[in-house]
Each structure stands twice: as C-alpha cells, then as structure tokens.
C-alpha cells in the first residue's frame, strides 16, 4: 500500500463546476495535510494546508480533512481553465519534516 | 511573493561538467531545506533533506558523492551535480518551511539537460 494516494486521473470538470479531488493515508501518526498545485514544467505552489478534522475554507477551495477515515479532499468550487494543473496532496508525520507526496490527480476544466 | 529563491532556472552543459544550484530562504532562516528531483510525467522525488550545519541526509538509493549538498547558512543551500551524464537531466526543485509545523514552499526549479 502507497503511503499516500490518489488518483492519477485525469479529471474533467466543466467550467463553473466543482472540482473534487481526493487523497487517502496509510500512516495514522500523520498530523499536517497540504494541497499544492503544479503546472506543467513548474514547481510546486502551496494551495491549502489543514491539520485538524473538519472543513478548511480559503476562496474557492476548501480542504476536509477526516483523520478517522485517513482521508483529505479538496474541493475547487467554480472550477476555472486556469485550474487545470495536476494537483499533489502531501502528509507530513508527527515530529517528521518530510512531506509524503501522492502521485498527483491532472485537473482538466473544461470551457 | 516568492519565500523561496533557486537559479539557475536552465542549465545546458556538456556531459562531465559538475553542475551548482543555489536555493535560498528569503525572509527567514531556513535550518532544513529539501532538495526533490522530478522526470517528466512523474511525481517529485525527495533526494535528501540539507541540514544548516550537519550533513545532509540523503534518501535510499541517492549517491551522496554525486549529489553534493552544503548548507553553510540558514539561508543558502547548494546542490552540486557532479560529473553529470545526460541520465542526470531532470528537473530539480528546492523547497524550505519557516519552521517544523509549516508547509514547504518550493523554488521556481532547475531544468537540467546534460548533453
């Protein structure tokens, strides 16, 4: 079992819609959850960090976090073609530095 | 705007040149950075963690002696490619966090292409 996964995709979502992209974690000791996004041939950019249960607003993107089901999601609401990028969902352990990185989900929005 | 710095952004060099790249913290002290290598298509790679002061502490199946990293100030980290062979083309990305609890932030990359 991958330590954090998700799917590779592609997603496509028509402008306007909600995205929804999701990520699961084998280690139960992980305590911070992060969404960057990745253009193509750039690095990544920090999209929303959380690390308690529950939802996590910041514009149109809002993280969950569910530690009791070892998942994290991030949901882009009004989904624009400047969206599009493959999206990487990284866990960090308890007292670690590390980042864990998911094999990224590519995001498509559709015009 | 950025908090991380790295250059060059492209590196094209003969095969046998050793390679330097810079990454730096732009507005806080930085005692761990992280140095990830990235092939098309494919997901970052963490090669090792850089250490301000210590030795840098390289991930399983990295060679230390091909990757050279210092990390002499809280702000600088470098990575050295040595005697690169177009195998070692990829693109290099540095990143640091304003402390153990706080997200990475990522430089702009390094593309590498060894000839």
């Known amino acids: 079992q991958k330590e954090v996964e998700q799917n590779s995709g592609p997603l496509s979502v028509p402008e306007g819609a909600i995205a929804s992209l999701n990520c699961t974690y084998s280690?139960?000791?992980?305590?911070?959850f992060f969404w960057y996004r990745q253009y193509s041939g750039k690095s990544p950019e920090l999209i929303m960090s959380i690390y308690s249960n529950g939802d996590k607003e910041d514009g149109r993107f809002t993280a969950q976090l569910n530690k009791a089901s070892q998942y994290v999601s991030l949901l882009i609401r009004d989904s624009q073609p400047s969206d599009s990028a493959t999206y990487l969902c990284?866990?960090?352990?308890?007292?670690?530095?590390?980042?864990?990185f998911g094999t990224g989900t590519r995001l498509t929005i559709i015009p | 705007g950025a908090v991380v710095s790295q250059h060059p952004s492209w590196v094209i060099c003969k095969s046998g040149t050793s390679v330097k790249i810079e990454c730096r913290s732009l507005d806080f002290q930085a005692t761990t950075m992280f140095w990830y290598r990235q092939f098309p298509k494919q997901s970052l790679m963490l090669m090792a963690t850089s250490n301000e002061g210590s030795k840098a502490t390289y991930e399983q199946g990295v060679e230390k002696d091909k990757f050279l990293i210092n990390h002499a100030s809280l702000t600088l980290s470098t990575l050295t490619v040595t005697s690169a062979h177009p195998e070692d083309s990829s693109f290099y990305i540095c990143?640091?966090?304003?402390?153990?609890?706080?997200?990475?932030?990522f430089g702009d990359g390094t593309r590498l292409s060894i000839l």
């Open positions: 990284a866990v960090k352990l308890g007292g670690n530095e590390k980042l864990t």
């Open positions: 990143s640091a966090s304003r402390d153990r609890d706080q997200p990475q932030h």
């Open positions: 280690d139960r000791g992980s305590q911070s």
